[in-house]
């Protein structure tokens, strides 16, 4: 599955993503009831050119981080956990394989989580009739 998500494809631009943050981040903490502390982490998602997700994570403080896509049904199609020591990590994800949908894309850590709500979309074609 990584390789399905990690790979190039030629065909990457029949796939436009219409809108990769269109909830934004929703922030949730794992434990409601306590004071709030900032997280240990923090991200950025953007879409790139050519169908590609771009996902940049950067901690302040070693420790475990995972990253996961899943589809609307929660079926995970990719999931990884970033090393503990590793402060900066970058990561690209090819979704013009995947079907029309929304998607879920969470980084979360012990203290709480980052979710961006990504919606695919193929773009209806055009025909166009000239006459002369």
Known sequence: MLNFLLQTSALAGAKNVISAMLIGAITTVSNP???????????????ASNSKIRVAVQKTVPGFVSVSLSDQKQHVLYQTTLSKKDLKSAMQFDVSSLPDGAYT????????????????????TVRTIEMQ
């Open 105 to 124: 894309l969470e980084i979360k850590s012990d203290e709480g989580s980052i979710v961006k709500q990504v919606n695919l979309e193929t773009p209806k």
């Open 33 to 47: 009831g306590k004071a709030t502390k900032p997280m240990s982490f923090d991200a950025s998602v953007y879409v």
